[in-house]
């Protein structure tokens, strides 16, 4: 039997950072349609979120990784070309459109895989759906907006969606409708796949759900590099279940190699294509929803940083700020910030920033300020403006005053 490779935590963690696309230098030439390719082929997932406070959070990954690009070539990507598809992965997502045959099983599953109303409008109104899936292949591209339903009153939720939302919803989860693109506002423009995705992409066959489950978990490999096997499951919100089998069958056939992570306490599993560089070099502002951050409980276990989104918490009871990313150093994840586009002024407001137990305040605040500035440009924004919450503000503060 062969002896589990025992890994240091701090290779593990360079890995992790390396198959996330952390490794690389960023370009020194403009970022185009070939650089954004081929960093979302590695990520495979690109979470979507509506919240807009700073920046709609799936550009920023991509920021993350190759500094200053145009933000209309990753919209290409997915609104004219259709490199991407927006479906439901880790959560509403873009995706290489490569996977869509490999997701096909959640579609046909949508009674057991969806959720509360796109569910219940179809068993209680199915004629209703049925209507919406006619005028789309009749009139085209149809918006929820433009059926003027009455949302219903619940106060405080996040899905208080109207009849027809539902029922877009449900068609959307079953693949009988894709996105055809977001408007400025970002809502989600429904039209028949047939009209959006390339025609060799509609007609790969389908896989059995097994082996379209191994090759999301595969996926899932490549882009952690290093994980356990909740890590895995997490990255496409697969089942235990479906996880576990496909994970013996990976490892069984040599495409995941079993480890073990000093100090993680728990089996890992390692991409045999994984990069083990000896140093990381990065300097990244991270999305509450970035690929690298999203699993809570991987990023304490990899960086020793407890990060918990706050936008649902009461104002008085908020630790770090409203939308709070990482900031990542190195290999080290040495503090957080508060973020706020103020367009109508011009300013990225730090309303908070945070510096990590033990980190170098001064030397921490000098590489995020230029951090800080490179994203208000890319942002279009004129100035970096610091509030006076946290414990590292003083020092960024001064840093950039110092660069000004």
């Given amino acids: ?93 873009f995706l290489p459109v490569r996977l869509h045959p490999f997701l096909r099983w959640r579609m046909a599953a949508v009674q057991q895989e969806a959720w509360g109303s796109m569910t219940r409008v179809h068993r209680e109104r199915p004629e209703y759906v049925a209507s919406l899936l006619d005028r789309v292949r009749r009139d085209g591209p149809l918006r929820a907006g433009e059926l003027q339903e009455q949302r219903p009153n619940r106060p405080g939720s996040m899905w208080n969606w109207h009849a027809g939302k539902a029922a877009l919803e449900y068609l959307f989860f079953t693949g009988e409708l894709t996105a055809s693109c977001r408007t400025a506002g970002f809502e989600r423009v429904y039209d028949l796949p047939e009209r959006v995705l390339p025609a060799d992409v509609l007609e790969a066959p389908t896989p059995p759900r097994p082996d379209a489950v191994r090759e999301l978990v595969r996926t899932a490999a490549r882009a952690l590099g290093v994980a356990t096997e909740a890590d895995l499951r997490d990255y496409f919100r697969l089942t235990p279940a479906d996880a576990r089998t496909a994970i013996a069958e990976l490892s069984d056939a040599g495409e995941l190699l079993p480890v073990e992570v000093v100090g993680w306490g728990r089996p890992a599993w390692l991409d045999p294509g994984a990069r083990r560089p000896r140093w990381i070099r990065a300097r990244a502002l991270l999305s509450p929803f970035d690929s690298l951050v999203w699993e809570r409980p991987r990023v304490e276990r990899i960086f020793g940083f407890r990060y918990r989104l706050e936008i649902y918490t009461p104002e008085h009871q908020r630790v770090h700020g409203y939308y709070v990313l990482p900031f990542l150093l190195g290999d080290r994840l040495v503090g957080r910030v508060d973020l706020k586009a103020d367009r109508k002024a011009g300013v990225l407001r730090v309303q908070a920033a945070h510096a990590e137990d033990g980190v170098d305040r001064s030397a921490v605040a000098a590489e995020l300020a230029a951090e800080l500035r490179l994203m208000a440009g890319w942002m279009g924004l004129d100035h970096v403006a610091v509030g006076d919450r946290g414990d590292l503000w003083p020092e960024l503060s001064r840093a950039l005053a110092a660069a000004a």
């Fill in 1 to 93: 039997m062969t002896p589990v490779e025992r890994l240091p935590a701090a290779l593990a963690r360079r890995i992790a950072l390396a198959a996330q696309g952390f490794a690389e230098p960023r370009p020194a030439t403009a970022v185009g349609t070939r650089q954004l390719r081929r960093l979302t082929e590695r990520l495979a997932v690109v979470q979507i979120d509506s919240v807009n406070v700073l920046s709609r959070s799936h550009y920023l990954p991509a920021f993350s990784r190759l500094g200053p690009y145009p933000r209309e070539v990753l919209d290409a990507l997915a609104n004219r070309r259709h490199d991407l598809f927006e479906y439901w992965a880790h959560e509403a997502s």
